[in-house]
């Protein structure tokens, strides 16, 4: 099974918005009405399903992922999860890796807003993603148009059996109102609501992993880009979170020491109209932001007095050069 992270075939929200079920940021698998062969928790790992030939538990065949019993009953299994934050969820993966005989003919998922972290016995769910059929150790990516932010979702499989994994890709939902004028924020946190817009090659792991919180945990955890046999550049193009003043800009090449880029830089702009495919030509000529700078492997740089003065903007393209690693990218900025 391909790894949805570096599949060119899976869909751009899988690379572009982080996994609100990621429980590295506080997604918790709830309840269940059955997790006899497997537990709930495992459906949210971030790391992709395996299968471990001759492994057994006292109830069965270990396997990587949420399973029930089978159902001699009616009804059907599900699983109430906490997102890691209130959001916008944009799309999901449904996720059978390694499920053959036992995964569910279907699935759906509902979704409410609470204030509590268990929803309450009249919570106001609502049809996110309608019934599905599913396959055997397939990658099922669902898209979801729906602007509503949500708290909780519950999974139904139908009637009975196993998913190795549930990715829900959206964008947090933030009340900026509470946030004090002049206050330095983070405008490229994918936790503030920051998104990849576009990056020309995510070969050895996606651009959006820059915009995760914390440092990163190994080399796999950030952008790397193939090796580059050809005159250019790599670049990443990052829809801020709000519009803002950028006053200190953080690369950080933790991990990355024979494949870190020789240098960045960044360009800026405030874009109105248009979508996001539009920008990928309009970033080529934006103002630079930064001009290139010398990295260093496994290093934190900081970089202030260098930043252009471009007034608020709302994109940023950053450009390593010619290619390699970057594990986080910081902009700390005041909101517009």
Same mark, same amino acid.
């Given at each position: 099974?391909?790894?949805? &992270? +570096?599949?060119?075939?899976?869909?751009?929200?899988?690379?572009?918005?982080?996994? /609100?079920?990621?429980? !590295?940021?506080?997604?918790?698998?709830?309840?269940?009405?059955?997790?006899?062969?497997?537990?709930?928790?495992?459906?949210?790992?971030?790391?992709?399903?395996?299968?471990?030939?001759?492994?057994?538990?006292? *109830?069965?065949?270990?396997?990587?992922?949420?399973?029930?019993?089978?159902?001699?009953?009616?009804?059907? @299994?599900?699983?109430?999860?906490?997102?890691?934050?209130?959001?916008?969820? $944009?799309?999901?993966?449904?996720?059978?890796?390694?499920?053959?005989?036992?995964? %569910?003919?279907?699935?759906? &998922? @509902?979704?409410?807003?609470?204030?509590?972290?268990?929803?309450?016995?009249?919570?106001?769910?609502?049809?996110?993603?309608?019934?599905?059929?599913?396959?055997?150790?397939? *990658? $099922?990516?669902?898209?979801?148009?729906?602007?509503?932010?949500?708290?909780?979702?519950?999974?139904?499989?139908?009637?009975?059996?196993?998913?190795?994994?549930? !990715?829900?890709?959206?964008?947090?939902?933030?009340?900026?109102?509470?946030?004090?004028?002049?206050? +330095?924020? @983070? +405008?490229?946190?994918?936790?503030?609501?920051?998104?990849?817009?576009?990056?020309?090659?995510? *070969?050895?792991?996606?651009?959006?992993?820059?915009?995760?919180?914390?440092?990163?945990?190994?080399?796999?955890?950030?952008?790397?880009?193939?090796?580059?046999?050809?005159?250019?550049?790599?670049?990443?193009?990052?829809?801020?979170?709000?519009?803002?003043?950028?006053?200190?800009?953080?690369?950080?090449?933790?991990?990355?020491?024979?494949?870190?880029?020789?240098?960045?830089?960044?360009?800026?702009?405030?874009?109105?109209?248009?979508?996001?495919?539009?920008?990928?030509?309009?970033?080529?000529?934006?103002?630079?932001? /930064?001009?290139?700078?010398?990295?260093?492997? @496994?290093?934190?740089?900081?970089?202030?007095?260098?930043?252009?003065? /471009?007034? %608020?903007?709302?994109?940023?393209?950053?450009?390593?050069?010619?290619?390699?690693?970057?594990?986080?990218?910081?902009?700390?900025?005041?909101?517009?």
């Amino acid at each position: 099974m391909a790894n949805p &992270i +570096l599949d060119p075939n899976a869909p751009a929200f899988t690379r572009r918005y982080m996994n /609100l079920a990621d429980p !590295r940021l506080g997604a918790q698998a709830l309840q269940a009405s059955d997790e006899f062969f497997a537990p709930k928790e495992r459906m949210l790992e971030p790391q992709p399903a395996v299968f471990i030939p001759g492994k057994y538990d006292d *109830h069965g065949k270990w396997m990587d992922g949420w399973e029930t019993r089978r159902k001699r009953t009616t009804g059907h @299994d599900y699983c109430v999860i906490r997102l890691a934050r209130p959001g916008v969820v $944009h799309g999901v993966d449904l996720d059978t890796s390694h499920f053959t005989g036992n995964f %569910p003919p279907a699935a759906s &998922i @509902d979704a409410c807003f609470v204030d509590g972290d268990v929803p309450p016995d009249n919570a106001d769910w609502q049809t996110l993603v309608a019934a599905t059929t599913l396959q055997g150790n397939h *990658h $099922h990516y669902v898209e979801v148009n729906d602007a509503r932010a949500f708290t909780h979702l519950r999974v139904n499989l139908y009637p009975d059996g196993g998913l190795a994994r549930l !990715r829900v890709y959206g964008q947090p939902k933030r009340d900026w109102e509470r946030v004090e004028r002049g206050t +330095l924020l @983070d +405008l490229a946190a994918i936790e503030n609501g920051a998104y990849l817009v576009a990056a020309n090659n995510q *070969h050895f792991g996606p651009a959006s992993q820059m915009l995760m919180p914390g440092r990163g945990v190994n080399m796999g955890d950030g952008w790397e880009t193939r090796r580059r046999r050809e005159p250019g550049n790599d670049w990443a193009i990052v829809a801020l979170a709000r519009p803002g003043v950028i006053r200190k800009i953080e690369v950080d090449t933790a991990h990355f020491k024979g494949n870190y880029p020789d240098r960045c830089s960044l360009q800026a702009a405030s874009v109105t109209g248009g979508t996001d495919d539009s920008l990928v030509t309009q970033a080529m000529f934006w103002p630079v932001l /930064l001009g290139e700078q010398k990295l260093q492997m @496994d290093h934190v740089h900081t970089f202030a007095d260098d930043i252009a003065s /471009l007034g %608020p903007v709302t994109h940023i393209r950053f450009n390593i050069f010619p290619d390699g690693g970057v594990s986080r990218l910081r902009l700390w900025g005041e909101i517009a």
